[in-house]
């Protein structure tokens, strides 16, 4: 039994018409809803319903209901975290994956899913100016991707890792300013926090190679073993890149696996005038890159490529009779790649994105938002009641109040009741910092300069007060 | 940038025709596609467009190239693997997903998608007749919970192997039946493969539980150390039941965490003729069920439970423990109880399906499937010429033809081609069995009516060969 096809049309089209109003008027929502924990639970019943209900109540109740209890990061003012976008055509892309609902275990089970993904993650490939030897799959995060990354590394210091278990004494390296998924990965894989290296950084908050090399040699020196690298191109708070081409030395002098974290600005490097960007990442064992934050792909859709798929299937391959296809030369199994057996049809949407908008759309659309960002910053650098609290290589300004943190905590609180915008923190060198981080695929200079008007009445008030 | 909203309206209504008219006449496709492995990829540009493309020469080119180079799994004959169902209601609510595209992380960035997993989660739990204690949260695979279950068992056993890495003296036990996920995240968590037990099982494919106290011993007097056992409820071959009241008897002796996987099965629970199923469920410490298998919603959706969040979350969080007291009591952060720091809102297409077809709904369509898997049991039975391979306690019929491997390889051959259906096959005691996995919301009895029709006519041809 299921909806009959034209109750589906019916309601689906209703759905569409929600959805077309939701994108067109978005700006006009709060970005941060007015709701306290538990509000929407206790709004809704406590129990399920025995007996079906009519599609029309069940959407009016998710009218009515959620988008007021959504923070809403499809919106021009979310400059939260890593601002993302499900644009239009991603959207639709995501609508055929749910109606198709194909599972890409294996090639025979969703031979589009299978070659659509290793067409699309080709296509970007090119576009970043990465080698053609690296293999691409899709996975649903960045966490994921990472995990896979050190599981493949693991494969490659200790083979018998695998069936033995036992690891504790393979060391990662990953900077003080690298996302947590790193340490967490290495937590989930055994590795153990304690063999996770916090690498200093330098005042830009990159990498330190000296600092790296060093670590590493103590612990070869201390019988230890050292295995892999993460280095990051665009941390999560501040947006830094790491000197991958000097860390790349190191890796390579001492055959460690080396990992990049491009989730956020990896895809930045399809700009001709950043194409450069992952030129030394081209010397890594693997890479993930996330099309659903900087690229308008509705999440989830993370990149991740590795010149070493043997070695990733190696570390997962496990194939049950269920699944035993006879092997063709072109019919990749990505079950084979990964913790997951499946995955949704993720490289539609992608595909979509990547045809619709091309890469001279997306790179104008980054390129737009890169623009905001400094143009923001310019303006934080000349008035010296603020200070920038990082460089601004993309689209992320990390800024301050020349104050304490509390002042600096009543900023943010200020600037996002006032402008209906979303901006969130971070700390650095152990001082508070806000962040403000362009994305969204409809923000313009607009939706910023409410936010800059803030700040200045904000420090006029101050000033004020403190009779300055 | 993004497609202007009035743009997006009119491709998404055309989208939803496409989706409408393909639910509505799905049955006449062909559920397996005729092509090779290349020919989509051939197919298709060898480089990505530098300028963006009409939207309509994209959905056009989704129309010429996408379904035929698809396995149809939302097709009534689908009968492979597990049959599953993007139901429309499910469709819907990943329509709106993909509109809201929140990333619920933490309950601030997403309280909808935070709170509605919780309730549905809940409304769930009260089907399947599982403990008030027991935590829900969402997966996108059982795959991923299994790993997450793995790993909070690690944590209880061993609360050191998080800081310290270096587990190899772990063992885990799970029966020859139960799926590869569960040998994966084990070589995934650094457990390693040779400390993977395979528990023995009957001759209805269910674990021994006196064989795995007799393995448990073994290991406890050679020094190592149990940890955790993992049952199934509805295994990938044959859905055998292993017997968990039995299991929990042993595993609470030895204080071993015990992992349901319930993967297929587990939402039959809601069936009030099957309400006992997960009854010794509840005594385990983890639970896994996939509403994106039986439960017509569309992949991903794989629902996990544990009486023991607290140690999920010690396995995985990285937030310092001194900021959650300030944490609102109601306010849960989904990013503490995994790998994955993002989440999509899965939950929205839950409530649909909960909802639209209530659980009287969901349970008539799990009974006609369990019906039809009944009847064609029946024919099988009736039939000297075939043998069903295992019992058959929900909708899935593992059958032979009695002859030889090779000839039951024809005879799915036969039916695939001749009746536009898709049946896999599995390997049971070392021979070669068909499965017929009913679970489609629209399959009936005249979706498989053909399949044993011709299954007639392949034994009567073979008979009068045999001149039998």
């Known amino acids: 039994m299921d909806m009959a096809p034209e109750e589906f049309r019916r309601a689906a089209h209703q759905a569409v018409d929600w959805m077309a109003d939701y994108l067109a ?3 006009e929502r709060p970005v941060l809803p007015a709701v306290q924990p538990g509000k929407l639970t206790d709004a809704l019943p406590r129990h399920a319903p ?6 029309s109540e069940i959407l009016a109740d998710f009218e009515r209901l959620i988008p007021p209890a959504t923070t809403h990061w499809n919106h021009p003012r979310f400059f939260a975290y890593f601002a993302v976008s499900g644009s239009g055509p991603g959207i639709i892309g995501e609508m055929l994956t749910a109606a198709l609902n194909v599972n890409g275990m294996l090639w025979k089970s969703g031979p589009a899913v299978t070659e659509l993904e290793q067409v699309t993650l080709g296509w970007l490939r090119e576009w970043l100016g990465l080698p053609p030897e690296f ?7 960045a966490s994921i991707s990472t995990m896979h990354a050190l599981a493949a590394a693991r494969e490659m210091t200790d083979p018998e890792a695998r069936k033995r ?69 665009g941390t999560t708070s501040t947006t830094s890149v790491d000197p991958v081409g000097q860390i790349a030395d190191i890796t390579e002098q001492h055959g460690l696996w080396l990992h990049v974290d491009g989730a956020y600005a990896g895809v930045a490097a399809m700009l001709p005038e950043m194409h450069g960007l992952l030129a030394a990442a081209s010397r890594a064992h693997s890479l993930v ?34 699944l035993n296809t006879a092997e063709h030369p072109r019919a990749v ?3 084979d790649y990964g913790v997951q057996l499946g995955r949704r049809f993720r490289a539609l949407k992608l595909w979509f994105v990547m045809r619709y908008f091309g890469r001279e759309g997306l790179a104008e659309t980054m390129r737009t938002h890169i623009a905001i960002a400094q143009r923001f910053a310019e303006l934080v650098r000349g008035d ?8 601004v290589p993309f689209s992320v300004v ?19 009741a006032r402008t209906n915008s979303f901006l969130s923190h971070t700390v650095l060198n152990g001082r508070y910092v806000v962040r403000l981080a362009v994305g969204h695929a409809r923000t313009t200079w607009e939706d910023v300069q409410p936010v800059w008007d803030t700040m200045q009445s904000f420090a006029d008030g101050r000033g004020a007060a403190a009779g300055r």
């Open 333 to 335: 199994n990505l079950m």
């Open 384 to 391: 010296k009641r603020f200070e920038l609290a990082a460089p």
């Open 398 to 416: 990390c800024f301050r109040y020349a104050g304490s943190d509390e002042e600096n905590r009543l900023l943010i609180e200020e600037i996002n």
């Open 135 to 141: 293999f691409g799959i899709i996975y649903d995060t």
């Open 25 to 27: 008027t978005s700006r």
């Open 289 to 322: 890159t996330n099309p659903h934050k900087w690229m308008l792909t509705p999440i989830d859709c993370s990149a991740f490529y590795t010149r070493r798929p043997d070695l990733l299937r190696q570390a997962f391959s496990l194939v049950p009779e269920y």
């Open 165 to 233: 278990g036992g690891l504790g004494d393979l060391v990662l390296y990953t900077s003080e300013q690298s996302h947590s998924s790193v340490e967490k990965g290495a937590i989930t894989i055994g590795i153990g926090q304690q063999n996770v290296r916090r690498v200093p950084v330098d005042e830009r908050f990159e990498m330190k190679p000296a600092a790296l090399r060093e670590m590493i040699e103590a612990d070869v020196h201390a019988g230890r073993k050292p295995f892999c690298v993460v280095a990051t191109v």
């Open 50 to 55: 025995e007996r079906g209900e009519p599609i």
